[in-house]
Nanobody, 115 residues
Framework: QVQLVESGGGLVQPGGSLRLSCAAS????????MGWYRQTPGKQRELVAT???????NYADSVKGRFTISRDNAKNTVSLQMNALKPDDAALYYC?????????WGQGTQVSVSS
């Protein structure tokens, strides 16, 4: 079993920046993919960015050039640096981890973008 603890959400003005972090803990697991998804009311959860164990990354077109995902394999953490935030980026952001046998989700951290 893997537990995920997210941090870093909050309220920011358009054009501002936030950094989300997620720490995975547990026993006897190997993490393959880590990432972030987001969801707004009435919409499906959507991919924001993922990063593989070797560092390969994948971004949603809407965040390319503004968001950067990174991970620390030794600490089992993943971070998302979000710059030039737009009102459309406001959502509940979920940390995601894929191990050999299971997918795990964090409880979500709220990102609000408003002036």
């Amino acid at each position: 079993q893997v537990q995920l603890v997210e941090s870093g959400g909050g309220l920011v003005q358009p054009g501002g920046s936030l950094r989300l972090s997620c720490a995975a803990s547990g026993r006897g697991f190997t993490i393959y993919t880590m990432g972030w998804y987001r969801q707004t009311p009435g919409k499906q959860r959507e991919l924001v960015a993922t990063i593989g164990s070797g560092g390969g990354t994948n971004y949603a077109d809407s965040v390319k050039g503004r968001f950067t995902i990174s991970r620390d394999n030794a600490k089992n953490t993943v971070s998302l640096q979000m710059n030039a935030l737009k009102p459309d980026d406001a959502a509940l952001y979920y940390c995601y981890v894929r191990t050999l046998y299971n997918n795990y989700w964090g409880q979500g951290t709220q990102v609000s973008v408003s002036s």
